[in-house]
């Protein structure tokens, strides 16, 4: 009997919202996408289907018995590095990629511990370092040609900001994102060229039986770390600690804090704008995490 593959309505709901006509056709291919691709890497299903936004991730065994899984995914511009970084990194500080396939977009990865989450932890601040030290090593490596870069959606950035603090009623807020947006133009013109990872939160890291700790899921550029900082100043939030944690990040990564203070504004930034362009409020916490970097609170 042929597999089913069902997708979870979850996954189909969140491409819907985000990518409209291309995330419905995206949903009516998976089910065939990875019958052909169960076929064409010796694959057998093990489990039962896991998601994100943006990915239908199938646990399997390779025809040796091999744990590992299946990841289809929609091809964009932040997907569409995953592979190239993965390959630089070759499972070291990340998941391995055994197989890719350019076309779809389509990777087999080595299967990690889902239920060994970082997330899980119960020391926040262990956590911190934990992220730290991965963006330590991953970032170590230069970004190779052809990566989306950090400086041009810096620059975009800073074009979309004078309109979008048309929208921020509160001059408290606007004032916050201002800043932001000139703390940026100082360091525009000097973006980085580092292997970034771009969304390192405590989902994203997982435990194996090789490492205790490996990131996946990158959503790569070139730039410069402090670009990195934010997740790990946004999970499990708390104000009181966001001086500590920016603080051991920087000294983990041998970050100038000047420097990092300004990319994480341009994270914040970014968050904001995103919400701003889709017609939702700003997040207070979010905001809070720039006066607490500020000292203004």
């Known amino acids: 009997m042929p597999t089913v593959i069902h997708v979870p309505e979850e996954l189909a709901a969140a491409q819907e919202k985000f990518n409209g006509e291309a995330g419905r056709a995206f949903v009516a291919r998976l089910p065939g996408l990875a019958t052909a691709f169960l076929d064409r890497w010796h694959l057998h299903l093990t489990g039962a289907p896991m998601h994100g936004v943006s990915a239908l991730v199938l646990p399997v065994d390779r025809a040796d018995g091999t744990p590992a899984v299946?990841?289809?995914?929609?091809?964009?511009?932040?997907?569409?590095?995953?592979?190239?970084?993965?390959?630089?990194?070759?499972?070291?500080?990340?998941?391995?990629?055994?197989?890719?396939?350019?076309?779809?977009g389509t990777m087999l990865l080595e299967r990690l511990d889902p239920s060994r989450m970082l997330s899980r932890l119960p020391d926040a601040h262990e956590a911190v370092l934990v992220?730290?030290?991965?963006?330590?090593?991953?970032?170590?490596?230069?970004?190779?040609?052809?990566?989306?870069?950090?400086?041009?959606?810096?620059?975009?950035?800073?074009e979309r900001t004078p309109r979008a603090l048309d929208r921020v009623p509160d001059p408290a807020a606007r004032r916050v994102l201002a800043d932001c947006a000139a703390a940026?133009?100082?360091?525009?013109?000097?973006?980085?060229?580092?292997?970034?990872?771009?969304?390192?939160?405590?989902?994203?890291?997982?435990?194996?039986?090789?490492?205790?700790?490996?990131a996946i899921d990158p959503k790569p550029l070139a730039g410069d770390p402090g670009f990195e900082l934010w997740p790990a100043l946004y999970?499990?939030?708390?104000?009181?600690?966001?001086?500590?944690?920016?603080?051991?990040?920087?000294?983990?990564?041998?970050?100038?804090?000047?420097?990092?203070?300004?990319?994480?504004?341009?994270?914040?930034?970014?968050?904001?704008?995103?919400?701003?362009?889709?017609?939702?409020?700003?997040?207070?916490?979010?905001?809070?995490?720039?006066?607490?970097?500020?000292?203004?609170?």
Do not use: S
């Open 184 to 214: 940026v133009r100082e360091v525009v013109d000097e973006p980085g060229d580092r292997l970034l990872h771009w969304d390192l939160h405590e989902e994203n890291v997982l435990a194996a039986e090789r490492a205790d700790w490996l």
């Open 131 to 158: 992220i730290a030290r991965l963006l330590a090593h991953l970032t170590a490596t230069p970004a190779p040609a052809g990566m989306r870069r950090l400086g041009d959606i810096a620059r975009t950035l800073l």
């Open 70 to 104: 299946l990841k289809l995914q929609i091809l964009d511009g932040e997907t569409e590095g995953e592979p190239v970084a993965l390959r630089i990194w070759d499972g070291d500080g990340a998941v391995r990629l055994l197989e890719h396939d350019a076309a779809t």
């Open 235 to 297: 999970n499990r939030f708390d104000a009181d600690d966001v001086h500590w944690r920016f603080d051991a990040m920087t000294d983990v990564l041998g970050l100038d804090r000047e420097r990092a203070r300004a990319w994480t504004y341009g994270r914040l930034l970014q968050n904001c704008l995103w919400d701003l362009e889709d017609g939702r409020p700003l997040e207070d916490r979010q905001l809070e995490i720039a006066r607490r970097l500020d000292g203004r609170t």
